[in-house]
């Protein structure tokens, strides 16, 4: 209960502080952004019973949801994944993404930037009748080009390395697993924060 309160108590403080901040001549155009994105990933990892080591690169498609804030140079997200991948029974990361775009042009810009959160995965071994939880997390980077259509809507086009190297022991196995290269694009719906 004192958490519950005490949490209350701190967005009332953020949200309040927002709203009786004053302008100024030197303010930045800052906006609040939610994207949808879609894309193709590669997850590698391996299973090693000791005698036989089999290692797998799955191929598979991604959607997600993202939400963040955004000044002339930065962008920062809080994201959310989920992975149509075989022989798990769900994937899924959510993270943190920071950006810094290098605004060339009028009409687009590039950025590059870092990514840290947490996989959430179950794989399941048909081999061994077995399945294995996932819950690590995952470090990476991030690069791509955002192209404005007006003042209201990005659609960028980027490629994500996360990596998770992790190994996970169960029944005299070891599951190893590296990392997801994904290629992706999202539209992001930009709304100007007074």
Not at 36 to 51: H, I, L, P, T
Not at 55 to 76: P, W
Not at 162 to 169: G, R, Y
Request: a negative charge.
């Amino acid at each position: 209960m004192r958490n519950k309160l005490a949490k209350v108590m701190l967005s009332t403080m953020l949200v309040g502080s927002a709203l009786v901040a004053g302008t100024s001549e030197y303010e930045i155009d800052t906006y609040s952004l939610v994207g949808v994105e879609a894309g193709f990933s590669s997850f590698d990892y391996e299973r090693d019973d000791g005698s036989n080591v089999q290692r797998t690169t799955g191929e598979l498609m991604h959607g997600g949801i993202k939400i963040g804030a955004q000044s002339k140079s930065y962008r920062v997200f809080l994201s959310a994944r989920y992975y149509d991948l075989t022989d798990f029974d769900y994937a899924r990361t959510y993270g943190v993404e920071g950006q810094y775009m290098f605004n060339f042009s009028e009409i687009a810009n590039l950025y590059i930037g870092i990514n840290a959160g947490t996989t959430d995965m179950k794989l399941i071994d048909v081999n061994n009748n077995s399945t294995v939880k996932v819950y690590e997390p995952y470090y990476g980077g991030d690069v791509g080009v955002n192209i404005h259509f007006g003042d209201s809507v990005d659609w960028e086009i980027g490629a994500k390395y996360m990596t998770i190297n992790s190994t996970i022991d169960k029944n005299s196995i070891k599951y190893n697993f590296d990392r997801i290269i994904t290629a992706y694009t999202s539209l992001i719906f930009k709304f100007k924060m007074d």
